[in-house]
């Protein structure tokens, strides 16, 4: 059975980091394209970052690029997103996704597998 597991998340100050962590079971790792979404209280899911399925390629929302690094390790079935210098607008939960394709995709119904999410809080 597939299992996304995120972990890493908690309240922060603006201009810390977290580091989030995705672990993955029950599915061929490397054949999915990995990303990361959020949400906030009232707010549709949006698209954070993704990475391809050997690592090679990333992908960043604009709101975020240049603060966050989307990782993954194939050997280990996990991936992980560095959040820097954050900002209380950052505050959302935080969730990993696997999409089966060779294509980096930002929108959440291409998203195969889902996790249940870890929350991000980020004070002024």
């Known amino acids: 059975q597939v299992q996304l597991v995120e972990s890493g998340g908690g309240l922060v100050q603006a201009g810390g980091s977290l580091r989030l962590s995705c672990a993955a079971s029950?599915?061929?790792?490397?054949?999915?394209?990995m990303g990361w979404f959020r949400q906030a209280p009232g707010k549709e899911r949006e698209f954070v970052a993704v990475?391809?399925?050997?690592?090679?390629?990333?992908l960043y929302s604009d709101s975020v690029k240049g603060r966050f690094t989307i990782s993954r390790d194939n050997a280990k079935n996990t991936v992980h997103l560095q959040m820097n210098t954050l900002k209380p607008e950052d505050t959302a939960a935080y969730y990993c996704?696997?999409?089966?394709?060779?294509?980096?995709?930002?929108?959440?119904?291409?998203?195969?597998?889902w996790g249940q999410g870890t929350q991000v809080t980020v004070s002024s």
């Open positions: 029950g599915y061929t790792f490397n054949w999915y394209a």
């Open positions: 990475i391809s399925r050997s690592g090679d390629y990333t």
């Open positions: 996704a696997a999409d089966h394709s060779v294509e980096l995709h930002t929108t959440a119904p291409e998203y195969d597998y």
